[in-house]
């Protein structure tokens, strides 16, 4: 099937710092990708969808300026948190669509785990 | 529009007993199903999917799900539990654009 990678898998940051988080397809392109927030035990919150060479979608209440996505080829979209506090400490998760794909499937990243300090 | 819902958000089964997991789902257009798996700090990774083919679907580990139309539902059932197939399950519906998770399902396997 296919890959997605992310990176880094964990960070850990002072507050009010920025964090860059990249989401990779590795064999095959995918124009459109997804940004899942994961607070613990709790199921995924979509935050966002991100479309190659254009602006990113985002759900209601999530801050854009607070959580720039960038998609910039179609192998690669980031998701940087700009001056992280605490409270935006969580599990984040990308994913990506292949382009084509009829069913809508979802290939997931390994997740990064985000530690405002 | 679609939903999926997952009946019992914990479920503990002893190792080598059969594992039931219930997902009911909404949807106003033919749907396409999915089960994912995630352990602890990592990603989620398919398990099996349901795209109008058979009804009967067999996943990964020793997984398969059985999509009913009549019943609206595609339960996740594995035989004999093993230890390492405690973790968190998650369902999902997709018309093939939009993609719609369920709250999640925490399996315990104990020994």
């Known amino acids: 099937g296919a890959v997605v990678s992310q990176h880094p898998s964990r960070v850990i940051c002072k507050s009010g710092t920025s964090v860059k988080i990249e989401c990779r397809s590795l064999d095959f392109q995918a124009t459109t990708m997804f940004w899942y927030r994961q607070f613990p035990k709790k199921s995924l919150m979509l935050m966002a969808t991100?479309?190659?060479?254009?602006?990113?979608?985002?759900e209601q209440g999530v801050e854009k300026d607070k959580f720039l996505i960038n998609h910039a080829s179609l192998t690669l979209s980031t998701l940087t948190v700009t001056s992280a506090h605490p409270e935006d400490s969580s599990f984040y998760i990308c994913?990506?669509?292949?382009?084509?794909?009829?069913?809508?499937?979802?290939?997931f990243g390994e997740g990064s785990r985000l530690t405002v300090l | 529009a679609q939903s999926v819902t997952q009946l019992g958000s914990h479920v503990s089964v002893s190792e080598g007993a059969l594992v039931l997991l219930r997902c009911n789902y909404s949807s106003s257009v033919p749907p396409y199903l999915f089960w994912y798996v995630q352990y602890p700090n990592q990603g989620l990774q398919l398990l099996l999917k349901?795209?109008?083919?058979?009804?009967l679907v067999k996943g990964i580990n020793g997984f398969e799900a059985e999509f009913k139309k009549s019943e609206t539902s595609f339960h996740l059932t594995k035989p004999s539990a093993h230890m390492s197939d405690a973790a968190e399950y998650f369902c999902?519906?997709?018309?093939?654009?939009?993609?719609?998770f369920g709250t999640g399902t925490s399996l315990t396997v104990i020994p």
């Open positions: 991100s479309n190659e060479g254009s602006k990113a979608t985002y």
């Open positions: 349901y795209t109008s083919a058979a009804t």
């Open positions: 994913s990506a669509r292949v382009a084509g794909e009829y069913t809508g499937e979802l290939f």
């Open positions: 999902a519906v997709s018309d093939g654009n939009q993609f719609y």
